[in-house]
């Protein structure tokens, strides 16, 4: 094991520990009453493959151990700086380099060929890509614990871990699970914008700012966009306060590193983009997955949220885009930033000639709320 995590060492990984298939019993029922509940939202995909989340050897009968690795992504900056440049964007500090999956999932197969000529038997490498509940193996395997964010916390990295598996068949010693070193803390739980825990150890992804600025399609409901601030691509907040970040490290790896071009960036500058544009801007980085209409989407919230009348005009020239979805957060900025005058005067002159229903509803709620 010893040659092994050298090997992973000097990959870039930052933790390499071993737990086996049946050490996460309690994890069906944990994730059975997770969706029960309908925290899930819109992934439906949580629901379809919950049986083979539940029981790695369900992915994979053959597998006998389990190394969980993890790859410290710590920032150089507080993430929590950038909250208060309303004209300015903040995105994660996971997507401000290259996508982390890309970075990963090379050297896990790396790795995985070094066990199997030192261990031999047969392999599969797992980044966050297949139904594979990381964080509690990651626990099991004593990498760190689940934090009352739901987040693994590691006493050496603190919340900036990004977690990898390789699954295998060879027989490895396993590592002791890691206690939970949360306490009495709820850090976390209070500086939620949006309250998206309903509980510690809860998250209801219907209203977490990651979940609705990145998996979520649709139009964000309203009562939350006001808590999403300038963020646009999603959340630091829970992780950035937790106390043990204390002990945490810059991360070694350059390609996890913050860009500059990523960093601050003007939320008029990014209203303007076009789909190919927005394609050769963030290639190559996790942020392109959004793609360009939900993207102007986040963005033209953090509009609206900046308290700013100079953003009106941004907003304003994305009234005629082809998506609805950009249409419509363009009229909800337009509804917080313009004169009572100005708005219904806007409304009165596209209302009449919009065709999608959602948009129509902006429109409307828009002008009530401004004779209110």
Known sequence: ?????????????????VTTPDAIPQAGADLAAWLERGYQADMDWMAETAPRRADPKTLW?????????????????????????????????????????DVI????????????????????VFVDTAPVMEKPLAEAAGLGWQGKHTVLVSREFGSWLF?????????????????????????????????????PYQLDARRCISYLTIEHKGHIDRDLRPGIGN????????????????????????????????????????ASLDDTAFRARFAGTPIKRTGRDR???????????????????????????????????????????LPRADFIALAARYIDGESDAAVQAEWRMGCEEKTV
């Open 231 to 270: 963020r646009i691509f999603g959340c630091d907040d829970c992780l950035a306060v937790c106390p043990w970040n204390k002990f945490a490290q810059d991360a070694r790896e350059a390609k996890l590193r913050q860009r500059e071009d990523l960093a601050r960036l003007p939320l008029a500058e990014l």
């Open 295 to 337: 993207f102007l989407r986040n963005v033209l919230i953090a509009i609206g949220n900046s308290g700013m009348p100079a953003l009106a005009q941004p907003a304003r020239e994305r009234l005629g885009d082809d998506s609805p979805l950009v249409r419509a957060m363009a009229i909800w900025a337009l509804s917080r930033l």
């Open 61 to 101: 009968p053959e597998v006998r151990s389990i190394i969980l690795l993890g790859m410290n992504y710590g920032p150089d900056c507080d993430p929590l700086e950038d909250l208060d440049k309303r004209d300015r964007a903040t995105i994660s500090v996971y997507a401000r380099n290259r996508d982390y999956h």
């Open 1 to 17: 094991m010893s040659a092994l995590r050298e090997r992973a060492h000097g990959l870039g990984f930052d933790g390499l520990n």
């Open 163 to 199: 977690l990898g598996a390789i699954f295998t068949t060879a027989e490895l010693p396993p590592d002791a699970p890691e206690s939970d070193h949360c306490g009495s803390c709820r850090r976390c739980l209070d500086i939620c914008p949006t309250n998206a825990f309903p509980a």
């Open 105 to 124: 999932k090379g050297r896990l197969k790396e790795l995985a060929g070094f066990l199997v000529a030192r261990a031999g038997g047969d392999v599969k």
